[in-house]
């Protein structure tokens, strides 16, 4: 069996695994769709500062969030649990080789993210009327694509500093959620106080979410550039792969 | 011949304490080989260093002739690990876990033939996490012999099995030792030990005490034979007649006579209790049993140390 099909058809049970554990589906799936729905119900006919409708910041940001939510928490979640029942022991006894287990758990995330991009956009338009311009589409990709690997490398990563797999979800909610709310998820960053401002960016989700907000044409409310951006994302990615690869050394996987 | 498991001095520190000292032992080909010892003795940690999980501090280890700290995937591709508690993604089959777990290996096992041998067949479209205890040890097993390997690690096979389901483990392992795997299987259980393997090593405290048959070990061929009976009322071991390279003791349990010269002293003394017409009751003739051996051995390396038992981990 090469390593391509090896990957493939782990990728495969990646998937399995995942749309057959109805919590971690819904939970990192389809909540940022309800979020989408309920949200946007909610507060249809309103404005945001700059006469723009709040439905138009919802989108982006809704769909930031279910990046982070598919990637981040899917993985770190799903990665505790393989580590406390002993799986990732077994398949450290096994020929497989790491690099294709960990290439097809970031495969398997990506198109788990995908799904959901496409599920928002479909979403965002029918319901909303949101549309991605054309002249952004591809500072999107991008932006996603940026953003899946800093959070999925993020995700593997952090199940080195998760004491076990019930504590995953507190831990994963833990830091993501206060960070939303000050990040341009939920409600525009237009309002926040200089400093908590600046906390906002040394962290990555704020990154992803101008990001995704630029991909639908935003203007950035500060107007800084997207460099920036994209170095937070990647220092960002480089301390996922560190966690990462300390997790994975030897003796720690064997205890 | 080339030893399929070669150990020498293996040591293993954990902060300040020896887990594993100065270990040393062959497993021939097709052996089946097992590490017996008292929880904490240092069976995990010297199968762990085998397998390839851990690193040695001292020592060298060869496992069908390649070094298991190297992680070669050539390696592993030739032995199989079935481990204590070490779970499986839940949400999938067991079939399709047998075939995903197969697609690791050069030569994979037909998954039908093999839930055949564990007895999952009826099980093949249940989810992993809906398996019963038993059931769940069974496909460890398919698990752990779905590469076809030449060297199979059974570590603790049937702890928290009840006794019908032990015979059950037991048969099927035995088949496994008829296809001519070697196995390496580790067990705090005696008559586990003494049911399946050609050769026993009892480890205890990290160091092993005793490696030899299930029926030499510890000396027991050679131990003395032991005869108990009680003399009837008025008789005393003065009337018994000489016993020669036998020692005699009287308690409130009756007579006891130990020898090494088993079959003749026994003989003396029941020629004379004919000839005499006496009547020796709850006469018994015994050797020390593989637990008694077991006992005395993990015991004796017990009073040598002054760590608390099983300490180490």
Same mark, same amino acid.
């Given at each position: 069996?090469?390593?391509?099909?090896?990957?493939?058809?782990?990728?495969?049970?990646?998937?399995?695994?995942?749309?057959?554990?109805?919590?971690?589906?819904?939970?990192?799936?389809?909540?940022p769709?309800?979020?989408?729905?309920?949200?946007?119900?909610?507060?249809?006919?309103?404005?945001?500062?700059?006469?723009?409708?709040?439905?138009?910041?919802?989108?982006?940001?809704?769909?930031?969030?279910?990046?982070i939510?598919?990637t981040?928490?899917?993985?770190?979640?799903?990665?505790?649990?393989?580590r406390?029942?002993?799986?990732?022991?077994?398949?450290?006894?096994?020929?497989?080789p790491?690099?294709?287990?960990?290439?097809?758990?970031l495969?398997?995330?990506?198109?788990?993210?995908?799904?959901?991009?496409?599920v928002?956009?479909?979403?965002?338009?029918?319901?909303?009327g949101?549309?991605?311009?054309?002249?952004?589409a591809?500072a999107?990709?991008?932006?996603?694509?940026?953003?899946?690997?800093?959070?999925?490398?993020?995700?593997?990563?952090i199940?080195?500093?998760?004491?076990?797999?019930?504590?995953?979800?507190?831990?994963?909610?833990?830091?993501?959620?206060?960070?939303?709310?000050?990040?341009?998820?939920?409600?525009?960053?237009?309002?926040?106080?200089?400093?908590?401002?600046?906390?906002a960016?040394?962290?990555?989700?704020?990154?992803?979410?101008?990001?995704?907000?630029?991909g639908?044409?935003?203007?950035?409310?500060?107007?800084?550039?997207?460099?920036?951006?994209?170095?937070?994302?990647?220092?960002w990615?480089?301390?996922?792969v560190r966690?990462?690869?300390?997790?994975?050394r030897?003796?720690t996987?064997?205890? | 011949?080339?030893?399929?498991?070669?150990v020498?001095?293996?040591?293993?520190?954990y #902060?300040?304490?020896?887990?594993?000292?100065?270990?040393?032992?062959?497993?021939?080909?097709?052996e089946v080989f097992?590490?017996?010892?008292?929880?904490?003795?240092?069976?995990?940690?010297?199968t762990?260093i085998?397998?390839?999980?851990?690193?040695?501090?001292?020592g060298?280890v060869?496992?069908?002739?390649?070094?298991?700290?190297?992680?070669?995937?050539?390696?592993?591709?030739?032995?199989?690990?079935?481990?204590?508690?070490?779970?499986?993604?839940?949400?999938?089959?067991?079939?399709?876990?047998?075939?995903?777990?197969?697609?690791?290996?050069?030569?994979?096992?037909?998954?039908?033939?093999?839930?055949d041998?564990? #007895?999952?067949?009826?099980?093949?479209?249940?989810?992993?996490?809906?398996?019963?205890?038993?059931?769940?040890?069974?496909?460890?097993?398919?698990?752990?012999?779905?590469?076809?390997?030449?060297?199979?690690?059974?570590?603790e096979?049937?702890? #928290?099995?009840?006794?019908?389901?032990?015979?059950a483990?037991?048969a099927?392992?035995r088949?496994?030792?008829?296809?001519?795997?070697?196995?390496?299987?580790?067990?705090?259980?005696?008559?586990?030990?003494?049911?399946?393997?050609?050769?026993?090593?009892?480890?205890?405290?990290?160091?092993?005490v005793?490696?030899?048959?299930?029926?030499e070990?510890?000396?027991?061929?050679?131990?003395?034979?032991?005869?108990?009976?009680?003399?009837p009322?008025g008789?005393?071991?003065?009337?018994?007649?000489?016993?020669?390279s036998?020692?005699?003791?009287?308690?409130?349990?009756?007579?006891l006579?130990?020898?090494?010269?088993?079959?003749?002293?026994?003989?003396v003394?029941?020629?004379?209790?004919?000839k005499?017409?006496?009547?020796?009751?709850?006469?018994?003739v015994?050797?020390?049993?593989?637990?008694?051996?077991?006992?005395?051995?993990?015991?004796?390396?017990?009073?040598?140390?002054?760590?608390?038992?099983?300490?180490?981990?």
């Open positions: 069996m090469t390593e391509f099909s090896l990957i493939v058809n782990q990728v495969v049970e990646e998937q399995r695994s995942f749309w057959r554990n109805r919590t971690r589906a819904v939970f990192s799936f389809v909540m769709v309800a979020f989408l729905v309920l949200l946007g119900a909610a507060n249809r006919n309103d404005h945001i500062h700059g006469g723009t409708r709040y439905v138009a910041f919802l989108v982006p940001g809704m769909l930031a969030w279910g990046i939510s598919t981040f928490n899917n993985l770190a979640v799903s990665g505790a649990v393989l406390d029942t002993g799986v990732l022991k077994r398949l450290r006894g096994t020929p497989l790491q690099w294709v287990w960990l290439t097809a758990r495969a398997s995330s990506v198109l788990s993210t995908a799904a959901m991009v496409v928002v956009l479909i979403v965002g338009r029918v319901a909303y949101v549309t991605v311009p054309l002249h952004t591809g999107l990709i991008a932006g996603i694509a940026a953003g899946t690997v800093c959070f999925s490398a993020l995700g593997m990563g199940v080195r500093i998760i004491p076990n797999a019930d504590a995953a979800p507190a831990v994963t909610a833990g830091v993501t959620l206060p960070l939303l709310f000050i990040s341009g998820v939920f409600s525009p960053t237009t309002g926040l106080p200089a400093w908590l401002d600046h906390l960016k040394f962290f990555p989700i704020r990154p992803l979410s101008d990001l995704v907000h630029v639908f044409g935003a203007h950035l409310p500060t107007g800084s550039s997207l460099g920036s951006e994209y170095l937070t994302l990647a220092i990615t480089f301390v996922g966690m990462l690869r300390r997790f994975l030897r003796e996987v064997a205890a | 011949m080339t030893h399929a498991i070669d020498q001095k293996l040591r293993k520190r #902060g300040d304490r020896d887990a594993v000292r100065d270990v040393s032992f062959t497993v021939d080909p097709g097992c590490l017996l010892g008292p929880n904490g003795a240092g069976k995990t940690t010297t762990e085998l397998e390839g999980y851990r690193l040695a501090d001292g060298t060869r496992v069908l002739g390649h070094d298991p700290a190297a992680d070669e995937r050539g390696f592993r591709e030739r032995i199989g690990i079935v481990l204590q508690e070490c779970g499986v993604q839940p949400d999938l089959s067991v079939a399709e876990l047998v075939r995903m777990y197969g697609r690791y290996y050069p030569h994979p096992r037909p998954v039908d033939e093999l839930l041998l564990v #007895g999952l067949t009826e099980k093949r479209n249940s989810g992993a996490k809906t398996l019963s205890g038993g059931q769940k040890r069974r496909l460890d097993l398919a698990l752990g012999l779905v590469g076809d390997p030449e060297l199979l690690f059974l570590d096979p049937t702890t #928290g099995f009840d006794p019908s389901a032990r015979r483990a037991w099927t392992i088949d496994l030792c008829a296809l001519g795997k070697t196995v390496f299987l580790t067990t705090h259980f005696m008559d586990e030990a003494q049911e399946l393997a050609d050769r026993i090593a009892v480890i205890a405290n990290g160091s092993i005793a490696m030899g048959t299930p029926d070990l510890g000396g027991r061929d050679t131990a003395a034979t032991e005869i108990r009976f009680h003399l009322a008789l005393t071991t003065a009337d018994l007649p000489s016993l020669p036998a020692t005699v003791s009287a308690g409130e349990h009756g007579v006579v130990r020898s090494t010269e088993g079959i003749a002293v026994t003989n003394i029941t020629g004379w209790a004919i005499r017409r006496v009547t020796l009751a709850n006469f018994s015994s050797q020390p049993s593989l637990e008694d051996m077991y006992l005395r051995l993990t015991a004796d390396a017990h009073a040598t140390t002054n760590e608390p038992v099983g300490s180490i981990r």
